[in-house]
């Protein structure tokens, strides 16, 4: 049992960290840009090590693509969540294509 809530700790841990280097990231490149952010300001931001950083993602560039890919999942969810299936298909579609632009925004 307590090895079972050891894992269960680890995971968590690990997921934080990912969490946090992902905002850290995203907060970053959004203020400053991809190209002009560096990793020991984004480990810095997040609180964590450098070897943090190189464990969750190879390199810069796929810390990246996490943060763009949470990022599409976000939008994807608010699409869904203005245009739930009740709607008629055009209502839907105009609530999702609502939902898209406040979200690029």
Do not use: C, W
């Amino acid at each position: 049992m307590q090895q079972e809530s050891a894992r269960r700790s680890n995971r968590d841990r690990t997921e934080a960290t990912r969490a946090d280097l992902i905002a850290a990231a995203r907060k970053l490149f959004t203020e400053k840009s991809y190209a002009e952010t560096g990793t020991p300001e984004i480990v810095t931001a997040a609180g964590v090590t450098r070897g943090a950083l190189y464990h969750h993602f190879a390199d810069k560039q796929a810390l990246f693509a996490a943060v763009v890919e949470q990022e599409a999942q976000a939008v994807a969810q608010e699409i869904e969540r203005a245009s739930p299936s009740s709607l008629e298909a055009r209502d839907a579609l105009i609530a999702g294509s609502d939902a898209y632009l406040d979200a690029m925004r």
